[in-house]
């Protein structure tokens, strides 16, 4: 059974760069490198409610096809302000891949996706399904 999202991996070819881009808009500096910090071929974050990981992996290991257009699939992190944070995403080089998109009948689903300079997609949205998952684990 799938029980949560644990990792998620993206690919650069120069993953200096990458881990400075996404320190710069994370705001926090990558925890793990190997195999040195000098000269990466991985580093992690971990950053969220959940401490999610996000991890940046060499684009000479993948075992598919690494471009710099958008790929791979999409995945959506929960942010509050929908707007500012696509703002900070651009602001930070990103290319907007998909604008602002309400999901449902005014149910409060809002989605937008970036594609970062190393060709990774980027998905954020509003997700009132997240936030009522965190007010019951504070409440629990």
């Known amino acids: 059974m799938l029980r949560g999202l644990a990792t998620v991996s993206f690919y650069a070819?120069?993953?200096k760069a990458a881990r400075a881009w996404y320190e710069d808009l994370l705001g926090i500096e990558a925890y793990y490198a190997v195999p040195s910090a000098e000269?990466?071929?991985y580093v992690e974050f971990r950053f969220g409610d959940f401490q999610c990981e996000l991890?940046?992996?060499d684009a000479k290991y993948?075992?598919?096809q690494v471009t710099t257009g958008p790929a791979g699939a999409v995945v959506y992190w929960h942010v509050d302000?929908?707007?500012a944070e696509?703002?900070?995403l651009l602001a930070h080089g990103a290319t907007l891949q998909d604008p602002i998109t309400e999901r449902g009948n005014n149910t409060g689903f809002r989605t937008a996706?970036?594609?970062d300079p190393f060709g990774n997609l980027i998905?954020?949205?509003n997700n009132p399904h997240y936030l009522e998952i965190l007010e019951d684990l504070k409440t629990a």
Do not use: F, R, S, Y
């Open 39 to 41: 000269d990466p071929a």
């Open 86 to 88: 696509l703002q900070h």
């Open 113 to 115: 996706a970036v594609v």
């Open 123 to 125: 998905g954020i949205m």
């Open 55 to 57: 991890g940046i992996i």
């Open 13 to 15: 070819a120069d993953v």
């Open 81 to 83: 302000d929908l707007e």
């Open 62 to 64: 993948a075992t598919h």
